[in-house]
């Protein structure tokens, strides 16, 4: 937990010019990449050990409110969910929607699109992808 509050302290907002690359999710079982497009669109690529792949695609848009970045996708399924959440509520890993969040930049440089701040969850692009 404390090293966590520690490199929470040692991120800023990405800058908009940083987000468009190739992401993979740090944590899960799944393979989770997701390809953010200079030109306002995504593609993401799921797949779970044994299942057959989910490709999911739409826009993204952001949004700067003081010096912060929000990036919101639109039509994402929040498939991490499925391992995240209470088996009540994993139905709702399926339901598409709006997914808002905030691109950082951690002290080693690297961008993140963030999950779950609270355990780490987040897309970190690829060290390849600059």
């Known amino acids: 937990m404390l090293l966590s509050l520690l490199l929470a302290g040692c991120t800023r907002s990405a800058d908009l010019r940083d987000v468009p690359g190739t992401y993979v999710m740090n944590q899960g079982q ?20 044994g299942q057959v792949a989910i490709i ?38 399926l339901i598409q929607g709006f997914w808002p969040t905030q ?14 701040p609270d355990d780490s969850w987040a897309y970190v692009r690829t060290a390849t992808d600059h």
């Open 30 to 49: 799944a393979a989770d990449t997701l390809v953010v497009k200079a030109e306002g669109q995504y593609r993401r690529i799921y797949v779970m050990p």
């Open 56 to 93: 999911d695609t739409g826009a993204w848009t952001i949004d700067t409110i003081g010096a912060e970045v929000l990036i919101t996708f639109a039509h994402f399924v929040p498939r991490w969910r499925a391992e995240t959440d209470p088996p009540e509520l994993r139905s709702q890993s």
């Open 103 to 116: 691109p950082e930049r951690t002290a080693s440089g690297r961008i993140r699109i963030v999950v779950d």
